[in-house]
T-cell receptor, first 112, second 115 residues
Framework: NAGVTQTPKFQVLKTGQSMTLQCAQDMNHEYMSWYRQDPGMGLRLIHY???????DQGEVPNGYNVSRSTTEDFPLRLLSAAPSQTSVYFC???????????FGQGTRLTVV | QKEVEQDPGPLSVPEGAIVSLNCTYS??????FMWYRQYSRKGPELLMYTYSSGNKEDGRFTAQVDKSSKYISLFIRDSQPSDSATYLCAMSARNYGGSQGNLIFGKGTKLSVKP
């Protein structure tokens, strides 16, 4: 049982480049979300989705786009990377109506 | 004031000690309370989950929620070197729109258990 799978594990981008962080879950969870984790800041919610076709903003959405075309996948797009987006990104999923979120192993992103 | 406050530590204890980790919060709408364990360079792993108030025990771990004081705790009995990790508290409010998955995290407490 794979759970929540994130790819890539590591990425280095130049300022202004774009990329997509992939997240897939095999638990048939309706709810999926993206967090970033920065030293001294804890985990902060970027975007979330309560089902296919439905997305909404979290605490720190600027500079990121999301879409949800299937239950399983929830990619996070950086349209024009900035050094302030250097962080560790985590995808999480849960059943709708609960708060028991399961996390992926993270993507370490460095923007130079 | 941040919604969730957690002492970042670090906390160092000898093997076999009882560990107490705590978080306070300000939002009285929080109904779901979680503790996650995060090993270095890994994703958070759900340890304990409590809805509303009360205690919950799972092996060496006990989670307590005191909503009147807006205070939650995690106790680890007979701590082991393998318990060395960062412990994150997380909370969310009940929401009929489905966003109770939107978690508010503490900054995490780094625990080291020495053999």
């Amino acid at each position: 049982n794979a759970g929540v799978t994130q790819t890539p594990k590591f990425q280095v981008l130049k300022t202004g480049q774009s990329m997509t962080l992939q997240c897939a879950q095999d638990m048939n969870h309706e709810y999926m979300s993206w967090y970033r984790q920065d030293p001294g800041m804890g985990l902060r919610l970027i975007h979330y989705s309560v089902g296919a076709g439905i997305t909404d903003q979290g605490e720190v959405p600027n500079g990121y786009n999301v879409s949800r075309s299937t239950t399983e996948d929830f990619p996070l797009r950086l349209l024009s990377a900035a050094p302030s987006q250097t962080s560790v990104y985590f995808c999480a999923s849960s059943y709708l109506g609960t708060a028991q979120a399961f996390f992926g192993q993270g993507t370490r992103l460095t923007v130079v | 004031q941040k919604e969730v406050e957690q002492d970042p530590g670090p906390l160092s204890v000898p093997e076999g000690a009882i560990v107490s980790l705590n978080c306070t919060y300000s939002n009285s709408a929080f109904q779901y309370f979680m503790w996650y364990r995060q090993y270095s360079r890994k994703g958070p792993e759900l340890l304990m989950y409590t809805y509303s108030s009360g205690n919950k025990e799972d092996g060496r771990f006990t989670a307590q929620v005191d909503k009147s004081s807006k205070y939650i705790s995690l106790f680890i009995r007979d701590s082991q070197p393998s318990d060395s990790a960062t412990y994150l508290c997380a909370m969310s409010a009940r929401n009929y729109g489905g966003s109770q998955g939107n978690l508010i995290f503490g900054k995490g407490t780094k625990l080291s258990v020495k053999p």
